[in-house]
């Protein structure tokens, strides 16, 4: 063999070598570990075997069968698992009417916002490995957020506004609990905003254009504030901010990251922000009004409805995109009930999840509601017991705009969740009502 051809070949041998171990690190340095704990993954059981009344759990069969056939809600389905077991799991209406298409337990749902607490998870995985601080600035990850702006004076006529320098930078843990003062566009309670973030083109929620999430976000850091950081709780774009983030932190695209850190290894797979094709026929429509005993899809708004089986598919929006199952969301809450454990696998020490789990805006939440924010999730306290309705004490919940709910609660080791796809439908009582009887039904 040639001497230059010899030299070539150990060129390249240790060139895909070098790759190789590059790769390895990037495995283990962004992952989940293995754990001495081993918590079976959710699979079905009797209610009585987990201190669960099967007669009690009829109540939930009552409340979802008559709002079907009093035309509140289309269909749903809904879970319950207690001590890792699933004790109720029912699927009831129909998953599109058009077609004549009857609900099914595993269909899948847009979830919304309870994307949310995934991506805060997933920023939280990062933060364990001593990548950042909570209370970093995200400047110093994403420049474009330097010097924030608030808004002072804004004109209608032809939506031109003013501004003033903010009195502090935003911080990660500002981007987690919604008091960094950014805004959220089409669906802000203020008309300003929502005129300055469509001038702007910001892409709030979901989209079938062809967006990345960093070109969104670097435009986001351009637009003023409502206040100043740290100042109120403004629900807000921050978990889209930190899913960008977590590209920029782990150098791997979000829903990469996501699907090898959290969705493969807790065996979310039907967890998506965009379907596979051999999935879409499983997502269930949206819909929004009751006519003449039949119910309509949504229509085509600010977004389209379908954005999870057609259009690019490149915007992976960490506040509202993913789409899920009851079980699958279901393993997400129970692995926060292990402490952070699934199936021999850590995804979150026990003790990061009580950082998450304690009360992180103060009263910036709201008092006299029964809950606080921590990281991610709402928290039910001991005003929300004494309410009731709200579960124990810990009840970590969140929801999401197409009314889809769920909750945990460490105490009793109990997960519920409720999906449905509605929107604007006005009177639909059966997510309150689905809680308290989901607690009601213990029996030990």
Same mark, same amino acid.
């Given at each position: 063999?040639?001497?230059?051809?010899?030299?070539?070949?150990?060129?390249?041998?240790?060139?895909?070598?070098?790759?190789?171990?590059?790769?390895?690190?990037?495995?283990?340095?962004?992952?989940?570990?293995?754990?001495?704990?081993?918590?079976?993954?959710?699979?079905?059981?009797?209610?009585?075997?987990? /201190? *669960?009344?099967?007669?009690?759990?009829?109540?939930?069969?009552?409340?979802?069968?008559?709002?079907?056939?009093?035309?509140?809600?289309?269909?749903?389905?809904?879970?319950?698992?207690? +001590?890792?077991?699933?004790?109720?799991?029912?699927?009831?209406?129909?998953?599109?009417?058009?077609?004549?298409?009857?609900?099914?337990?595993?269909?899948?749902?847009?979830?919304?916002?309870?994307?949310?607490?995934?991506?805060?998870?997933?920023?939280?995985?990062?933060?364990?490995?001593?990548?950042?601080?909570?209370?970093?600035?995200?400047?110093?990850?994403?420049?474009?957020?330097?010097?924030?702006?608030?808004?002072?004076?804004?004109?209608?006529?032809?939506?031109?506004?003013?501004?003033?320098?903010?009195?502090?930078?935003?911080?990660?843990?500002?981007?987690?609990?919604?008091?960094?003062?950014? /805004?959220?566009?089409?669906?802000?309670?203020?008309?300003?905003?929502?005129?300055?973030?469509?001038?702007?083109?910001?892409?709030?929620?979901?989209?079938?254009?062809?967006?990345?999430?960093?070109?969104?976000?670097?435009?986001?850091?351009?637009?003023?504030?409502?206040?100043?950081?740290?100042?109120? %709780?403004?629900?807000?774009?921050?978990?889209?901010?930190?899913?960008?983030?977590?590209?920029?932190?782990?150098?791997?695209? #979000?829903?990469?990251?996501?699907?090898?850190?959290?969705?493969?290894?807790?065996?979310?797979?039907?967890?998506?922000?965009?379907?596979?094709?051999?999935?879409?026929?499983?997502?269930?429509?949206?819909?929004?009004?009751?006519?003449?005993?039949?119910?309509?899809?949504?229509?085509?708004?600010?977004?389209?409805?379908?954005?999870?089986?057609?259009?690019?598919?490149? %915007?992976?929006?960490?506040?509202?995109?993913?789409?899920?199952?009851?079980?699958?969301?279901?393993?997400?809450?129970? *692995?926060?009930?292990?402490?952070?454990?699934?199936?021999?696998?850590?995804?979150?020490?026990?003790?990061?999840?009580?950082?998450?789990?304690?009360? &992180?805006?103060?009263?910036?939440? /709201?008092?006299?509601?029964?809950?606080?924010?921590?990281?991610? #999730?709402?928290?039910? +306290?001991?005003?929300?017991?004494?309410?009731?309705?709200?579960?124990?004490?810990?009840?970590? #919940?969140?929801?999401?705009?197409?009314?889809?709910?769920?909750?945990? +609660?460490?105490?009793?080791?109990?997960?519920?969740?409720?999906?449905? &796809?509605?929107?604007?439908?006005?009177?639909?009582?059966?997510?309150?009502?689905?809680?308290?009887?989901?607690? &009601?039904?213990?029996?030990?």
């Amino acid at each position: 063999m040639p001497v230059h051809m010899n030299y070539k070949l150990k060129y390249n041998t240790m060139k895909l070598l070098i790759q190789i171990l590059i790769l390895a690190y990037s495995f283990t340095a962004y992952s989940q570990t293995k754990s001495i704990q081993k918590s079976d993954p959710l699979i079905e059981s009797l209610p009585e075997k987990t /201190g *669960m009344s099967s007669e009690r759990l009829s109540r939930i069969d009552s409340i979802c069968e008559q709002a079907v056939s009093n035309g509140e809600i289309p269909g749903a389905v809904a879970l319950i698992a207690r +001590n890792g077991k699933i004790v109720f799991w029912k699927a009831y209406g129909m998953a599109d009417n058009g077609s004549g298409r009857t609900m099914k337990k595993d269909d899948i749902f847009r979830i919304a916002s309870m994307s949310k607490a995934i991506t805060a998870t997933a920023v939280m995985m990062l933060w364990e490995e001593g990548k950042f601080r909570l209370d970093d600035p995200i400047s110093k990850y994403i420049p474009e957020f330097k010097n924030p702006q608030v808004l002072k004076e804004f004109k209608y006529k032809d939506t031109s506004y003013t501004t003033v320098p903010a009195t502090g930078e935003i911080t990660i843990r500002q981007l987690l609990t919604h008091t960094s003062g950014l /805004g959220y566009g089409e669906i802000d309670k203020d008309e300003r905003f929502k005129l300055i973030y469509k001038k702007a083109g910001i892409t709030d929620l979901f989209t079938t254009e062809r967006i990345s999430i960093g070109d969104n976000i670097k435009k986001l850091a351009q637009l003023p504030l409502h206040h100043n950081p740290g100042e109120k %709780f403004t629900y807000c774009e921050g978990l889209d901010v930190l899913g960008y983030f977590i590209e920029v932190i782990s150098g791997k695209p #979000f829903d990469i990251f996501l699907r090898e850190h959290l969705f493969d290894p807790l065996g979310m797979t039907d967890t998506w922000f965009y379907l596979p094709e051999s999935k879409a026929e499983r997502l269930v429509s949206v819909q929004y009004k009751y006519e003449e005993k039949n119910w309509l899809n949504y229509p085509v708004t600010f977004y389209d409805p379908e954005y999870p089986i057609k259009g690019e598919k490149t %915007f992976f929006s960490g506040g509202a995109g993913l789409c899920s199952t009851a079980k699958d969301y279901a393993t997400f809450l129970q *692995m926060y009930l292990n402490g952070g454990e699934l199936n021999g696998k850590r995804f979150l020490s026990r003790t990061t999840i009580q950082t998450i789990m304690q009360n &992180q805006t103060g009263d910036l939440y /709201g008092t006299g509601a029964g809950k606080h924010y921590g990281l991610g #999730f709402g928290v039910t +306290n001991e005003e929300g017991l004494t309410i009731g309705g709200r579960g124990g004490i810990g009840t970590l #919940f969140w929801s999401g705009y197409f009314n889809t709910d769920g909750f945990a +609660n460490p105490t009793e080791n109990l997960v519920g969740i409720l999906m449905k &796809q509605t929107q604007g439908i006005g009177s639909d009582d059966t997510s309150w009502q689905f809680r308290l009887l989901s607690f &009601q039904a213990i029996d030990d």
